[in-house]
């Protein structure tokens, strides 16, 4: 009996026991359950060649609240991967945690020892030698074009990425169409020589393969709803049966045939590789969109330097009578504020391949418009004929466009303008009538990398245009006022990569616009409520200058900078020059803030009535900040400038002469436009 009851003893002391230790995990449970971030600290303990916020955006601790162990180590290891791939290869991450189980927060620490970079010692090409592809090759790929890897530069993963996909392009682009490339060999030297300490050698492997001809292409169109035809497709490609191989010219041959409109999609295939003969076929696969589209539209415009919104509608026609040609005919409301505001009712028809050559494009563009501005109501019909000449490569100039401009206006004064007849000062409600014939021609040079962003190039534009030749005629039959004038205009843009990563952070951006007009003739103005011809300038036509506003100095307003009365008119004479600095910190994360930017810039210039009127001391200067948010169309951007020397202003020019309170009353304007401000 007494060894019974013990057994049962035994067994509800265990029983206990096990309740305990089952209340004792359960606490546990409770201690170490979902843990929040209370702080995030990223330390480093030497100068670092990276700020804390690159680092936060390739982990993952720290974008919300809850703290997960795992993904921190695995961010330990994200940032290790990080330094070694941006040539840091000694570098050292430590963690640190302080967990609170009580309030259930956790504080997260990086501790960065980065040490020192590694940079470049030799380079070696193997598979692209001068025995393989030739002498001529070799020159191109290394002397004409520049290698993205140099010797004694820090050692960076991608930038040795982009210069293996830089070197598969040449020789896709030369024949080679199934060259290769074999994972590149980098090797940490270890010597006793202080010059090779901390030095790698990249060995950079490639498979060329043979040289390969394009063979015969064949079109099918999957639907033939309207006609269309194989001549169409042809003339849009960029190379010709028996050339050598170039992957480039087949995309371009692809992005000819996306900008026919009623082309939905091309896709190219392989139909055929002839490994004898070298002779690769292909079979280009076309679908078709609907020929007709009506289509509501949301609108933005800057004209004459000022922004506008407003709404539209369009009717698009995508092979207007065959032939590719697109017809869209629209209507559109614009609005800048209560008083200044535009209507537009618009005709055009684009017709591409002139003369059967696919480098030769044209428009007609027939517009109704009427625009209330500052002082006048306008009413135009607009009548432009347009030639779009795309210049070979080789060739310094690569656009060349030919413009002529038929435009009869009507001006109708808001309130009385005040003019001088027979020497006297009178204010009148002035109509007139005008009539232009104008004609322009524009050359261009642009070798920049990229439309939204570019880190590197050159744009430059010459302009040249005409009016007065056919205008005149039409004055003296239709008793109109007409110009008479010829005008030049050049402009540089450039752009200079300041970032050491890859894809670019950091550019430099500077801008040189010079424009002039010179007056010839009678430039008088026949005005209904006025019997004699006026001798003024009052005509507020958009082939006068403007200063002021997004595209231009910053500092002031929309038309609103010149150095004479009725700048917003326009003037003769227009100077301006840009410094600006754009910085894309977030390029390499992922989300909403990768497309954000940021801008500070420098605008200097002037506008003059005549450029015989032309002083230094007139120049007027402009700083500020902004932001930029890319898109696809384009860049958002809304900038704020400052006055910083003001020539209007006689002895308090400069901004220093006013207390902050007058600066941001006084001195500042806030600008908002699409696109880039140049």
């Not at 104008?438 to 050159?458: E, M, Q, R, S, V």
């Not at 900040?625 to 020539?647: E, Q």
Request: a neutral charge; proline letters at 2%.
């Amino acid at each position: 009996m007494k060894s019974f009851c013990f057994k049962y003893l035994l067994l509800f002391i265990i029983f206990l026991r096990f309740l305990n230790i089952c209340h004792s995990q359960d606490d546990e449970d409770d201690k170490t359950g979902e843990l929040k971030l209370d702080e995030l600290i990223i330390n480093f303990n030497n100068s670092p060649a990276f700020d804390k916020k690159q680092i936060e955006s390739i982990i993952s601790t720290g974008q919300s609240d809850k703290f997960d162990f795992n993904e921190y180590i695995l961010d330990r290891q994200r940032i290790e991967k990080f330094y070694f791939d941006n040539g840091f290869f000694d570098a050292v991450i430590d963690t640190s945690l302080s967990i609170n189980y009580k309030s259930k927060k956790v504080i997260a620490q990086f501790i960065v020892t980065q040490k020192q970079e590694y940079t470049i010692n030799k380079i070696y090409y193997r598979g692209i030698e001068p025995e393989k592809i030739g002498d001529i090759y070799t020159k191109k790929l290394f002397v004409e074009d520049e290698p993205l890897i140099k010797v004694n530069a820090r050692y960076n993963r991608d930038a040795l990425s982009a210069e293996i996909v830089r070197i598969l392009n040449f020789l896709n682009n030369n024949g080679y169409a199934r060259a290769n490339a074999l994972l590149p060999e980098v090797v940490k030297i270890i010597s006793d020589d202080e010059k090779l300490s901390h030095k790698v050698d990249l060995i950079l492997n490639f498979i060329t393969g043979e040289q390969y001809k394009f063979g015969k292409v064949k079109i099918e169109v999957t639907d033939k709803k309207y006609y269309f035809s194989d001549n169409y497709v042809y003339k849009q490609l960029e190379f010709s049966e028996g050339d050598l191989y170039n992957k480039e010219n087949l995309t371009l041959s692809e992005n000819n045939l996306s900008r026919i409109a009623i082309v939905e999609n091309a896709r190219f295939q392989v139909e055929k590789l002839d490994t004898v003969n070298r002779v690769i076929y292909f079979l280009i696969k076309i679908s078709l969109r609907n020929k007709y589209e009506v289509q509501p539209e949301l609108v933005a415009y800057e004209i004459f330097n000022r922004f506008y919104m407003g709404l539209g509608l369009s009717y698009l026609d995508r092979n207007f009578f065959g032939g590719n040609r697109t017809q869209n005919i629209s209507i559109k409301g614009l609005v800048h504020n209560k008083d200044i505001y535009a209507g537009e009712l618009l005709m055009e028809l684009l017709q591409p391949n002139i003369f059967n050559n696919r480098k030769i494009s044209g428009k007609w563009r027939l517009g109704l418009s009427y625009l209330s501005d500052d002082i006048y109501y306008i009413s135009q019909i607009d009548n432009r004929f347009e030639a779009f000449f795309e210049l070979p490569k080789h060739t310094y100039f690569n656009l060349m466009t030919l413009e002529w401009r038929l435009s009869d206006q009507r001006f109708t004064s808001k309130e009385l303008v005040p003019v001088i007849i027979n020497d006297s000062n009178v204010s009148l409600k002035l109509k007139i009538k005008a009539f232009y014939s104008i004609l322009t021609y524009t050359i261009a040079h642009n070798n920049t990398d990229n439309f939204a962003f570019p880190t590197k190039g050159f744009y430059q534009s010459f302009l040249i245009e005409e009016s007065g030749l056919l205008g005149n005629l039409f004055e003296k039959l239709f008793n109109t006022s007409s110009t008479n004038y010829i005008k030049f205009s050049i402009l540089n843009n450039f752009f200079i990569n300041i970032s050491n990563t890859f894809p670019s952070k950091s550019v430099l951006a500077i801008k040189f616009r010079l424009g002039s007009i010179f007056e010839y003739g009678d430039n008088k103005i026949t005005a209904e409520a006025v019997e004699d011809e006026l001798s003024i300038n009052i005509i507020p036509s958009d082939w006068r200058f403007i200063a002021g506003g997004g595209t231009s100095i910053r500092g002031w307003n929309a038309r609103s900078l010149g150095t004479f009365n009725g700048k917003e008119n326009g003037g003769d004479l227009l100077f301006e020059t840009t410094i600006e600095h754009r910085t894309r910190p977030f390029i390499n994360s992922k989300g909403l803030f990768k497309d954000l930017g940021f801008v500070t810039f420098l605008d200097v210039g002037n506008l003059w009535e005549k450029p015989k009127n032309f002083k230094f001391n007139q120049i007027a200067m402009a700083v500020g900040f902004g932001l930029r948010y890319y898109t696809i169309v384009g860049p958002v951007r809304f900038d704020i400038g400052f006055k910083l020397y003001d020539p209007e202003n006689v002895n308090k020019e400069w901004i220093f002469s006013y207390d902050l309170k007058s600066i941001f009353t006084n001195r500042i304007a806030f600008q908002f436009g699409i696109g880039n401000s140049f």
